[in-house]
């Protein structure tokens, strides 16, 4: 897979401007060598090579500067230069630094086209600035007016220099930004000009007493020693600036799908390489990965300029594998050579003592820097880190991925068949439908008494491996019960849904062998569609199950859901007109759930649930009630009941010096009314009740599903200080790095996982995963479903903040908590007078 590059020409178009470049080069020093009647042509041999001995050192040497952040790098030709314009002849001084750059390039193996290029740019620039000193004077005097025909010179010399490197850059990169061009040029004639005024005042030290130059000796060496140790401390700070940035980063994305991104990317800088690269190996169900970051594309790409050699031998030998000008051996060196690269670094990334991957580096850049022993363990450090961000990223997948799927048959599981009909509810093309097919596996208990549960366990999986097989490419198909498989897909109609569950089932009645026994198997097949049986996934896949156990009463054994299948649906729709009686009269009652924090048993709030106890119906289940206020435009006024009376008893309990926090659910639907907050701090002012003594919490889906329209909610009930929770956490698909974003206070850990982490080793390992995550995040973590003191015990002991469930009690009336803090608990003084209540021990 590639991603979008920046456009590249090939390095050889460079000689599109060397020519040129060389021509001007001609035509400058033409007029010049004519006009120069009054001097020698060639200068001294001795001052001849004293200027080459200092146009050597200077072209060999590079300062390297921070300023504000941002590096300078400084090269010192114009000192030379100023000089030379004084004691050299025009020829002399072209030969001395055409001589002295040769030597330079050769030592350092440029390319060809770089070696012309930068040839070419030099003579230019330095005839440029022989015309014009020459034009105006020969350059004998020292006088004020001389110093201006040099700034003039040198400062032609590095124009034309910078606006050669400019054009070379724009035809090979496709183009230069007029910022670039700024940033690239301005520098470089300050620095000209800086250097410029150096080499007056050394010639000016000089012309005044030969004897000056010991002295300016001294000092350049004195600078050579504290830059060399200025440029050691500048590297180690940067070094380390750059792995505490890189290692932060790491942490922040390891779980957001970006951390190959911000890696590379940050690497290639780091290290100043060509190319970074990082490799992971195929391993279980994660198939191979190689991507790249290089320096002139703007995304990653799937290409590795590493030779296989060098990977291989740091897989086979755990250890670090460096090749370069001063690194390895002649064998890795003849491989570079080969695959024409000049340095690598390959650094493999451990898990134990298994080999998980490889981060990869090649090709320092600029031509003579090469890397070193520093580069080596900079790239380990970093190894090190990506590793453990790999691993974590990893196991969190795992985690996610086992909770979402069977662990017997491989499926999906319930969860992640509800998830996904949530998202197919949500996008539906006219004309079609979202069919929920239902299959039942008859027999299943007589084959587990007569034969053994592990002769089930294979019946099971051969049935989800031919469902598999047999399913359209587009279905999913998930194990949602014991003995039950569900498939969804979109479908033209009922029609073709009846006519494909028709064709599975006979399908899946084929003969299954087992070893000498052979078992045929039969099913009972429920049909529910979206949107003609509903938009709720859980609605759906009951309506389904309904649908699958009359399927067990007709001949046919496939059955299509109708309304007169489900009384409890048919009761909803008669349930509008006395809801909305029942909130006029106050016929809901409000019940309270007590919060503990399990460090201290300490009771810090309840939770408020409506309920409803209907004269004909008896009583209405939560989901049914909250659904009929939804469909009929009654939410507001139910969520507004449940407040009053939450904070009316929150007075209450404050003006008792018993304070206690109290928590309402919301829906989903009220995080999109623009005028909920504003109706919430009104009645935080009407009672009297401090904010953070209100937790709402909001389903997970609720923050998830549409993630930008409920955010200028939540952010204003966050700025008037009410807690926000995440209710039911870990059944949709956001992760804890997604709602650290949201202003929420609060994690509520799903009761499935709870409840099953006693016995289930996978929900053990994700509500400790979950109770980590959110205190390292700073968020409270709330245990839903507490029903045991072995689930206790668990959740006490990997630091689970407070505990909520029928341990320490069911949702009580006012009354019937009044008579339970009485019985349960204990008061105990509190520093500012007030008192808290503490249980005496857990029933």
Not at 233 to 240: A, D, E, N
Not at 593 to 612: I, Y
Not at 620 to 645: S, Y
Request: charged share 20%; with cysteine; glycine share 6%.
């Amino acid at each position: 897979m590639f991603r979008p590059q920046t456009v590249r020409r090939p390095e050889n178009v460079a000689w599109l401007i060397t020519a040129p470049l060389a021509a001007l080069a001609v035509i400058l020093v033409v007029p010049v060598v004519a006009n120069h009647n009054h001097r020698p042509i060639f200068s001294p041999l001795p001052v001849t090579l004293l200027f080459l001995g200092l146009f050597l050192i200077v072209e060999a040497t590079e300062i390297n500067l921070e300023v504000r952040r941002h590096a300078l790098r400084i090269t010192l030709g114009e000192i030379p230069l100023v000089l030379a314009l004084f004691y050299l002849s025009p020829l002399t001084l072209l030969a001395v630094r055409i001589a002295a750059l040769a030597l330079v390039q050769t030592r350092n193996r440029i390319i060809p086209v770089k070696f012309a290029f930068n040839l070419a740019n030099i003579v230019a620039g330095n005839a440029a600035a022989l015309l014009i000193a020459y034009s105006f004077r020969p350059l004998h005097d020292t006088a004020p007016s001389t110093w201006l025909v040099v700034f003039a010179a040198v400062g032609a010399n590095v124009l034309s220099t910078v606006a050669a490197v400019i054009g070379v850059i724009a035809l090979i990169q496709g183009g230069m930004s007029v910022r670039r061009v700024l940033r690239t040029g301005t520098p470089s004639l300050v620095v000209g000009m800086i250097t410029t005024t150096v080499g007056l005042v050394i010639l000016l030290a000089v012309e005044r007493s030969p004897w000056a130059a010991l002295l300016i000796v001294v000092v350049a060496a004195a600078l050579v020693v504290v830059y060399r140790a200025y440029a050691q401390f500048l590297r180690q700070h940067k070094s380390l600036t750059e792995i505490y940035d890189l290692t932060r980063v790491i942490a922040e994305t390891r779980n957001d799908g970006t951390l190959a991104d911000v890696l590379l990317g940050r690497v290639r800088e780091l290290l100043q390489a060509e190319c970074a690269t990082l490799w992971l190996p195929a391993q279980a169900r994660y198939p191979e990965t190689l991507l790249s970051a290089r320096v002139d594309d703007t995304g990653l790409i799937d290409l590795s300029a590493t030779p296989e050699a060098l990977r291989a031998r740091a897989v086979e030998t755990a250890a670090s594998v460096a090749a370069g000008p001063r690194l390895g051996d002649d064998e890795l060196r003849a491989i570079l050579h080969e695959a024409g690269i000049k340095d690598a670094i390959v650094v493999p990334m451990r898990s134990g003592s298994a080999v998980i991957g490889c981060l990869e580096v090649t090709n320092r850049l600029h031509d003579r820097a090469t890397f070193g022993a520093d580069d080596i363990r900079l790239v380990e450090t970093v190894a090190a880190h990506t590793a453990v961000a790999v691993e974590n990223s990893r196991l969190v997948d795992r985690l996610r991925f086992d909770a979402h799927h069977d662990s017997l048959t491989g499926l999906p599981n319930r969860r992640r068949m509800l998830a996904a009909l949530e998202e197919a509810v949500k996008v539906r093309a006219p004309g079609e439908v979202v069919a929920i097919i239902q299959f039942d596996v008859s027999g299943l208990r007589d084959v587990n008494e007569s034969l053994g549960h592990s002769a089930g366990d294979k019946l099971l999986a051969e049935v989800a491996r031919r469902l598999r097989t047999l399913a359209p490419p587009a279905a999913l198909v998930a194990r949602v019960g014991g003995d039950e498989f569900a498939m969804t897909l979109r479908m033209v109609g009922l029609d073709e849904a009846a006519e494909l569950a028709g064709e599975l089932r006979q399908a899946l009645q084929d003969p299954m062998e087992f070893g000498s026994l052979t078992l045929d198997v039969d099913t009972a097949v429920g049909i529910a569609v979206h949107p003609d049986h509903g938009s709720d996934p859980a609605a759906l896949l009951q309506r389904a199950d309904v649908a699958t156990h009359a399927a067990k009463t007709v001949f046919s054994a496939v059955q299509i859901f109708n309304l007169g299948l489900e009384s409890r649906s048919a009761r909803r729709l008669g349930l509008a007109g006395d809801l909305r009686r029942a909130l006029e009269n106050d016929e809901l009652e409000v019940v309270f759930q007590p919060k503990v924090t399990l460090s201290g048993r300490q009771l810090v709030g309840v939770e408020c649930l409506a309920r409803w106890d209907h004269g004909a119906h008896g009583s209405v289940a939560p989901e049914d009630f909250v659904a009929v206020a939804e469909h009929t435009g009654q939410l507001n006024r139910l969520t507004e009941t449940v407040l009053r009376e939450g904070l009316r008893r929150c007075r209450q309990w404050a003006d008792a010096s018993r304070p206690l926090n109290v928590a309402v659910n919301l829906s989903s639907r009220t995080l999109l009314d623009p005028g909920f907050p504003a109706r919430v701090s009104a009645l935080l002012d009407e009672y009297g009740v401090p904010p953070r003594q209100l937790t709402l919490e909001i389903s997970e889906a609720g923050v998830t599903s549409d993630s930008e329209r409920p955010l200028p909610t939540l952010r204003r009930l966050h700025e008037l200080g009410v807690r926000l929770a995440v209710d039911d956490f870990g059944t949709g698909y956001s992760s804890l790095s997604h709602l650290r974003k949201l202003p929420v206070d609060e994690v509520k850990i799903d009761r499935a996982f709870v409840q099953g982490m006693a016995t289930d080793p996978g929900d053990l390992a994700i509500v400790r995963a979950v109770v980590d995550l959110s205190r390292h995040f700073g968020l409270t973590v709330v245990a839903e479903g507490v029903e045991s003191e072995l689930t206790l015990s668990l959740l006490e002991e990997i630091g689970c903040d407070i505990g909520q469930g029928f341990l320490f009690s069911r949702p009580l009336s006012y009354d019937r908590l009044e008579a339970w803090f009485a019985a349960q608990t204990e008061p105990e003084p509190t520093s500012v007078g007030g008192e808290v209540r503490r249980l005496r021990a857990v029933p």
